[in-house]
């Protein structure tokens, strides 16, 4: 078995090797995010706290004791607040402020004041596992974090330590220690600070995993969706198309493709500039996925041309989501013009039926039905029949 002393040589010297991979490895654009900074400033706190650690007995104790614990839970909470931006929850509140500045104040007057190892022992170890139990917490509440293999994995470790952290304040207070057993050679020596050392480089990996699986989901993210209007982008609808168009073939259930151009659209970039014509095309996405369930998909199919799949919807049924969809764009005003802008759209429903084999033979027909629209007037709803006939709604 190890001895102490060697087992906090190890951990100071894999906490700065893992810190210099940090730097190394993670992309410059991704250390100048939130959460890599508390990582690889965590990994560097761990690693200068048990190197100090190391040198108890022969170094001065403000510098084995008081700034070596301090460098070893200002680790932890660094760690902490590397998960708290990594899931979204921001850099550190006033909250996080108040409990470090609170244990840094406990812990001083405790070792000032002359207090035992073991009261400082269980001091660590509570405001370690306080800051562990924290990051479980607000890891758990995050369903993406949670639903990468990385994050969970990392949940599961410190979950682990906590347990071994909790359980250690609870041994000694049941059996005092004093600082020549704490470094012998003993479960209640080696497991803490075996336990530290698996810290620094599952922390680590855990965090370079997180943030890969991350990358890998905001680059399929990029890829199937419109970066404008946050919707389904023309290769995603068809995906989905597809796999509709099988289901509903296969258990012969109803299926609805609307096709949705906004009128004048041009005419809006022209006179108002490209940006006011953004603002309509982000205005029509919000107004047409309010008018859609859960199931249904409402995707940008490109430029100012929208389209969305209602499966489980007869001809009837996409004709009254149709004319809400476009009632719901005419109410609405874009930006801030005096007179109000407000926008239209021509609508072009068609149902999928029993000779179509594919997505594009329904999406085909709803086109022709939307530019039937179009040259009736605009700001209204047409529908196709089997056919290829285009009968008139109201306007």
């Not at 998960?83 to 979204?88: E, F, K, P, T, V």
Request: charged share 15%; glycine share 8%.
């Amino acid at each position: 078995m190890l001895d102490i002393q060697t087992l906090m040589w190890l951990t100071s010297v894999a906490g700065g090797t893992v810190a210099l991979w940090l730097l190394t490895t993670v992309p410059a654009t991704q250390r100048q995010r939130d959460h890599a900074p508390w990582f690889i400033r965590g990994t560097l706190l761990l690693s200068l706290g048990f190197f100090l650690l190391s040198w108890r007995g022969q170094w001065p104790d403000w510098a084995t004791i008081a700034i070596a614990n301090l460098a070893v839970v200002g680790a932890i909470h660094s760690y902490h607040l590397g998960m708290r931006a990594l899931g979204n929850r921001g850099g550190p509140g006033s909250v996080d402020a108040i409990a470090a500045g609170v244990f840094a104040l406990f812990f001083l007057a405790s070792w000032l004041g002359g207090a035992g190892l073991t009261a400082r022992t269980v001091l660590v170890s509570s405001a370690t596992f306080g800051w562990l139990a924290a990051t479980v917490w607000q890891a758990r509440g995050n369903p993406e974090l949670m639903s990468l293999k990385s994050g969970r994995a990392a949940v599961v470790w410190l979950v682990v330590l906590a347990l071994v952290l909790v359980t250690r304040a609870v041994v000694v207070v049941l059996i005092p220690i004093d600082a020549q057993t704490l470094l012998t050679r003993n479960v209640l020596g080696v497991v803490p600070f075996t336990a530290a050392f698996m810290m620094t480089l599952v922390t680590s990996i855990g965090y370079l995993g997180i943030a890969r699986e991350r990358s890998e989901v905001e680059l399929e993210r990029r890829a199937s969706f419109d970066p404008l209007t946050n919707l389904p982008n023309r290769r995603t609808l068809f995906d989905y198309g597809i796999r509709q168009v099988a289901l509903a073939r296969r258990h012969s259930r109803p299926l609805a493709l609307l096709v949705i151009d906004l009128d004048h659209f041009k005419s809006i970039n022209d006179r108002y500039g490209h940006m006011t014509g953004d603002l309509a095309l982000q205005c029509f996405a919000t107004a047409g996925a309010g008018e859609l369930r859960a199931s249904d998909l409402l995707a940008r199919a490109g430029g100012e041309e929208f389209c969305a799949i209602l499966p489980e919807t007869d001809l009837n049924g996409a004709r009254i989501v149709a004319e809400r969809i476009r009632a719901a764009l005419k109410s609405r005003h874009v930006g801030d013009f005096h007179p109000p802008l407000t926008m239209t759209c021509s609508i072009g429903v068609a149902v999928l039926h029993a000779g179509e084999l594919t997505i594009d033979e329904v999406f085909n027909r709803a086109d022709t039905a939307m530019y039937a629209a179009k040259a009736a007037g605009r700001d209204r709803v047409f529908w196709a029949s089997p056919v290829e006939s285009i009968a008139k709604a109201t306007a």
